[in-house]
């Protein structure tokens, strides 16, 4: 049962921290606008793709679980 426990205060804090980062994600003009994001537009059809700031994501979460991980 502790480790169901665990999961469950593991997926909370996950939760948690999404909910700050939508938060905050709009007060940061730079977030989701960094060179590298593809950006089409062509009539009233839009296309968008962060390719840079999945790529910033991704190392900044890698860097983190890395270090909770080392525990």
Known sequence: MTDIGKFLVVVG????????????AGRLPWIGRLPGDISIQRGNWTFYFPLATSLLL???????LYLVGRR
Do not use: M
Request: no cysteine; charged share 0%.
């Open 13 to 24: 804090l996950v939760i948690a921290a999404v909910g700050v980062t939508l938060v905050v």
């Open 58 to 64: 991704s190392v900044v979460l890698t860097f983190i």
